[in-house]
């Protein structure tokens, strides 16, 4: 006598309906493993990676663009402690500004300037800056013998001033998890009352 046939039936039964036993095919098990793979890179790029952006850094760089207009009437600017002292006291710049740091410096600095292989901007210890129109200094000549690079001929000077003031701006913020301090306390930086008024 020859085998029974196997039922590719289910046993069980609903309202006179039974139900195919088929495997799943094996092309739709390649794209479940390939979401959940999907989903532990998205959730490890947006939760961990310094460079991953959010729906408010998106918002920001699209104001930072908006207010490159408003950047466009300053003329040119003088990368002294007055008119430092000045544009951070500015939101509409200090918006634009930020936006420039997130393109160029975050990837050393880190987003908030914390530091990741930068030195850490959010401390009261510093390396190469003494006085406030250091920052401005440094930015455009570099230091370290090429760790910190000279952004000179990279934007131009009005751009290096406007940076020198935000990152003037983050010093004692003190950010979370930021890199350990390198370098020497210095003195506060001068406030409005402090230095004549920019002439722009």
């Given at each position: 006598m020859s085998a029974r046939p196997h039922d590719p039936l289910l046993d069980h039964e609903y309202d006179g309906i039974r139900e195919f036993d088929n495997p799943v095919p094996g092309w739709m098990h390649l794209i479940f493993f390939g979401t959940v793979v999907f989903s532990v890179l998205y959730f490890a790029f947006f939760q961990f990676s310094p460079v991953?952006?959010?729906?408010?850094?998106?918002?920001?760089?699209?104001?930072?663009?908006?207010?490159?207009?408003?950047?466009?009437?300053?003329?040119?600017?003088?990368?002294?402690?007055?008119?430092?002292?000045?544009?951070?006291?500015?939101?509409?710049?200090?918006?634009?500004?930020?936006?420039?740091?997130v393109t160029n410096c975050a990837q050393c600095h880190g987003k908030?300037?914390?530091?990741?292989?930068?030195?850490?901007?959010t401390d009261d210890v510093y390396k190469n800056v003494k006085q406030l129109a250091d920052v401005y200094t440094v930015l455009t000549k570099g230091a370290g013998n090429g760790a910190m690079p000279a952004w000179q001929n990279r934007i131009s000077s009005n751009e290096r001033i406007l940076l020198a003031s935000y990152a003037a701006t983050l010093r004692n913020t003190n950010v979370a998890g930021g890199r350990a301090a390198e370098g020497t306390p210095i003195d506060p930086w001068p406030t409005a009352s402090s230095v004549p008024p920019a002439v722009r």
């Open positions: 991953a952006w959010t729906v408010q850094s998106t918002w920001e760089a699209h104001q930072a663009a908006a207010y490159q207009k408003v950047f466009g009437t300053l003329g040119e600017l003088k990368p002294d402690a007055a008119t430092l002292v000045s544009l951070a006291q500015d939101e509409q710049m200090m918006a634009v500004a930020k936006g420039m740091f908030d300037g914390g530091g990741i292989n930068g030195v850490n901007l």
